[in-house]
Each structure stands twice: as C-alpha cells, then as structure tokens.
C-alpha cells in the first residue's frame, strides 16, 4: 500500500533546524572516498574480493571546496541502483537508520564512477557510509546471511556482535593510527573476509558483560497469588481457559532451560481482586473504568507478568492486550529499589508500529494515575522539540514508533539502558513495515536480564525469530485460534462486482446510513482517498479521511471527527487498518480488496467492539481471484455466508494455477533437454 513510508522516520531529517545542524557540526579535516585506478603510495586501497574490486578508496583531505559540507563516495556507477532501491525505499531507510541525508549525483560520473554525498554530523556521516558499505559488500560477497551476519541489523546471531558500531569505529582508529603527519595518510589495507570475528566478538561480549554488571539489580516478581487461584484444580483451570475464547498457554521454546518454578505455568484469575489484591490503588483505578470483569488475555497475561515472566501475547485487536501489559508495568516502575529521579531514563518502553497506535496506547496510559507516573508519546510527524522536551523532563513510560525512538536514542537524549520493563506491540505489524533493523538496533542499548512482552495478532516466522533473539524461557498465551481467523461479532458480506461498479454501490451504501451509523471505508491507494474525498464535498456528503501523506494533526483531527460523531464517514487506506479504537464503528466497507487476507482480518476488526456487533461488506472483482480461497477459510471459520461465485473464483485460480505451474515445468524440462542435445551435438 505504501502508507508505511509514512511511519518510518525519514521525515526526522526535514525537522532538523539549520542551527541545530550547525551547532552540531564541528570544525573539521572532512574526508571523502573516491575511486583510486592506481596503486601509488598516496591511495588507501582494498584489493579484496569482497569489495568486486569496486572499494578501492583513498581518503583525500578536504580543503575549500565543497566536503567541507558532506562526505562524499564515488561508487560504481552500476551499484548505484542498489543504494536508491526500488521507489527510492533503500535510500529512505538508509537516510533513516543514519540520519544523514544521501545526495546521488548521477551528473557527477568519471570512469564509471557516480558521486555520492552524505550530509549530516561527523557520526551521521559515517553510519551513513558504513551502512552503504555493508549494503554492497552484502550484494557483493558470498557470505552466508543467515549464520554469519545480519546485514538488516548489524547483529550477530552468533555472538551478538555489532558490526556497525564496533568493529566500524575499531576500522576507523586503525585509519586514523596510520596517519602520517603529512597531509596524506599512509597506505593501509583491510581485510574483512580474514577479520578475525572470534577476538572481535569476544571483546564486544567482555565490553556488555562490565556494562551491565554495573547497572542496580532489577526486582520483577510483584505476584501475591490469592489462595483461591493456587488451589485451584486441573479440571477447573482448564474450564476457566475454555470459557475465555479457548485460552491456551505454553513455553515458546521447549530446548530452553530453567528452574521448576521458571518453568510453572501460573493458573488464570477470575476476577479483579485476585490479581490485584495486594494494590489497592490500581483496583481503584480499574473500578473508575466500569470494567465487568478481565477479558480473557488479562486473567491469564496478568500473573504471568506480575510475576516477572517474558509474554508473547497472540490476540486479535480489541481484545484488552493495552491492558494487560499496561497495569503490571505501572507496579513494576512503583516496585524498583532506585529512587526515580536518580533513573537516568524510563523504565517502561513500548514500541508500537503506527502513529495511530502508538497515540491510542498513550491514551489508555492516560486513564489510570498511578502514583505520579508519567508517560510521553515520540513518533514521526509529531513536534519533535516538544517530545525531546517532556522526554528530558523526566518521564517513566516512554512510547514510541521505532523510527522516532531510533532517533532520539542515537542523538542521546533518550537513555534506553534503564529499561526494565520492555513492550512491542504488533510485532508482527512492525516487522510487516519492514522496522526489525530499528527494532535491533534500539535493543542493543537495552539490559539483556529486562522483562520483555510482546504481542501480535499472528505469529509469523519473523515474530518466532525475534522472540528467541531477545526473551527468555518466554510463556505464549493464545486467545482463541493460532489460525487467522475474523471476529464472530462482525457480519461479512462479500459482494461480486465489476471495478467501473465500485462507486456507485459505494453511494448507495452511503445512502443507506441510519442517523446512528459510523462507517470506515479501505481503499488501496492514497490518491483515491483523496478523489473520493473530493467527489463526496460536491455531493454535500460529510466525511473526514486519513492516509500516510495527509499531515499527523489532520489524521489526528479525522479521527476525533468520527468519534464525536461530527462525521460518519471515514475514508483510509491500511494505516487505520490497525490502532484504532472507535467503539462505535457500526460498519467497514472495503472498496478494495486488501493486499492480504491479513489485513482483511485486520480492517473487520475496527467494527464489532466492545461487545457491539458490526457489519464488513467487501467488493470483490475477477482480479481479486488469487484471494479467494483465504478468504473462504476466514467466512467459513466465522460461520459466515460465502457467495456461489467466490467458490468458483477459487476453483478456476487453483485450476489456471496448476496448469501454469506445469506449463513452467515443462519449459524448465525442454530448456534442460536442449541444453542436453546442445552438449552431445557440440561433442561429436
């Protein structure tokens, strides 16, 4: 869909002041790159295979002209495709993963060369040229990703070693160590492929283990069990789980070791009191909410975390998952034995993928005063002074979108080393958005012995491999069906129509409304958010809409229209497919059809909440055939009606499917075969 773009911090660099950006730059010798086609004594050059011959470099002082604004790189002309990527998204989440900004200069070419310049501090300037560095080295090389080296994140999966920032800045003062006292450093040569990664890696563990070992003790078990909930029966915890949406918990990660009472699965709670009887303030909290009862993620998610246990949480939105992680932090922050004001940072960190999200998590948090706790919400698009302002004002839960969280921990005003107490929300939706290198890169600065809970609506390979890079013996709670299914409270109804068709049925729904009725409608592409947005003013038909290019106070603003009921009508793309909590949303209409039965999933989840019912009707076309058999999985499992003509739409899929498969198969056999008779010709 591309509304992500809008999520990523790419925009941070637009927001930086121009005396910001001058106070920060020192003065300074600016070095830049450049291609060297000889071997004399002045160049620094790279022989190894590695590099394709292409990273020969010589660093080459600057002097009046214009490096003394960027660093500059001349890189193989042919490589440069690599850099900008597909839509230029390389290039945007180089720019911000380094926040420098990356200039291509296709007009400045020699001997196949092509200038790049990276603008920013001194240490933006080189994350930016060791990223794209490893970027072709990755392109370039026969490293294995997987066992050897994540290039997405810089992480080791071995060891946990960091090559971006270690062994780059152990490279750099090698350089620097060979600098004569002329004006031309000495000829020095790398190689990277006889690294000795073990000593690196070694030191790199040394270094955390004397970081660590340094930082106060962390206390996380909180959990008074009630009397009546340890002597529960089997049969009766059983019952309890089936009860609530068919609960079921287990270790992620059977190989992992532990202790008996590590390895205890803690029974359910029934009630409000039996998790919380020994705070009576957060029960006079929960009591100001009006809440009947935990919903079933809380009563089993609740003594699982008070008692200092890692939690993957898999649910479907609207189920109460804020909450349960929510209120065991507050007790978790109350209980360390470090006085507040000597924490150098927050002990409470939730990632959340959206914007949207992100600002509803900070709007449940604001629900509930807890013993003076405070908490800021940084995400992209929002006033970044302000967030810096409240973050250095102190504050003890911190909730951020990863790009502006990257952000701010990489320009040192966001401390993440006093974090005990760790969230990614959607975990799945952030990896989906492609955040796992800021996600990696943010929990490098994270103690290893924190609390760590994560959620997600499914549990994808990416999730299982994140859970297992940073939890420990970690209990899984299912609520409902690990396979992806609708909420039950939702009708679906999918109607067959042509593309040209789409509109007017669109209006007639419209005119359909009851006074009473919300209504969020999905499109594929922002520009038709916009023209149907257009079409509906002429028509005196009052909407608000919300996609990744509109500006973060109008989405904000759209949003709070359709919940006072100003508007009926919201228009969106998939940004509003998650994160958004409007009780009252009676209807979903999918003008088209999403890019996965995921996000479908998603999209009927923003109706039939809290308790309420709701109804999704989507418009389906012929090209939206290879959809079909998902799609009847998802209408079957809620007992819903499937139309005559998606079985159908199905069955000529699976059939055109298999004879293309067989039709390429046949091609591979004819072109192998011919290239077999090809052989014997040319040997006789």
Known sequence: MGDWEDNRPSSRRYERGFDQRRDNRRERDTHFYKRSNTSSGDNWNNDSSTYNNSYRREYVRGSNDNSTNGLVMYVDTNNVGKIVGRGGSKIKALESESNARIKIDRQQEENGQTAVTLIGTDDEQQRAKSLIEELLIDRSS????????????????????????????????????????????????????????????????????????????????????????????????????????????????????????????????????????????????????????????????????????????????????????????????????????????????????????????????????????????????????????????????????????????????????????????????????????????????????????????TWPQGVRRLAQSYMKNPLQVFVGSLDLAAVHSVTQKIYMVDQDEKTEYMHQFFQEMGPHDKAIVFFGKKSKVDDISSDLALSNIECQSIHGDRDQADREQALEDLKSGTVQILLATDVASRGIDIEDVTHVLNYDFPRDIEEYVHRVGRTGRAGRTGESITFMTRQDWHHAKALIDILEEANQEVPEEVYKMAERYDAWKQKKDAEQSSLRGNRYGNSGRRERYRRT
């Open 142 to 457: 026969g490293f294995d990703r997987n066992s050897r080296f994540d290039r997405n994140s810089g992480f080791n999966r071995n060891s946990g070693f960091n090559r971006s920032s270690e062994t780059d800045k152990n490279m750099q003062e090698n350089v620097e160590s060979t600098q004569g006292t002329g004006d031309q450093p000495e000829q020095k040569e790398i190689d990277w492929v006889n690294f000795d990664w073990s000593k690196a890696n070694q030191e790199y563990e040394n270094h955390q283990k004397q970081k660590w070992a340094a930082l106060p003790p962390i206390i996380k078990n909180f959990y008074k069990e009630d009397p009546a909930v340890t002597h529960m029966s089997a049969s009766k915890v059983a019952h309890i789980r089936k009860i609530n949406n068919n609960i079921e918990v287990k270790h992620v990660f059977e190989n992992e070791g532990g202790t008996d009472e590590e390895l205890k699965i803690p029974n359910p709670v029934e009630t409000f009191e039996q998790a919380f009887q020994a705070y009576p303030d957060i029960l006079t909290e929960i009591r100001k909410q009006n809440f009947e009862k935990p919903s079933p993620i809380q009563c089993q998610a609740w003594p699982i975390l008070l008692s200092g246990r890692d939690l993957i949480g898999i649910a479907q939105t609207g189920t109460g998952k804020t909450l349960a992680f929510l209120l065991p932090a507050l007790i978790h922050i109350d209980g360390q034995v470090t006085p507040r004001d000597e924490r150098p940072g927050p002990n409470v960190l939730v990632m959340a993928p959206t914007r949207e999200l992100a600002l509803q998590i900070e709007k449940e948090v604001a629900k509930y005063s807890y013993r003076g706790i405070k908490a800021v919400c940084v995400y992209g698009g929002g006033s970044r002074k302000a967030q810096v302002a409240t973050v250095s004002s102190g504050v003890q839960i911190v909730i951020a979108t990863p790009g502006r969280l990257n952000d701010l921990v990489q320009a040192n005003i966001l401390d993440v080393s006093a974090v005990t107490y760790l969230i990614l929300d959607e975990a799945d939706r952030m990896l989906d958005m492609g955040f796992e290198p800021q996600i990696r890169k943010t929990l490098l600065g994270v103690r290893p012995d924190r609390q760590t809970v994560m959620t997600s609506a």
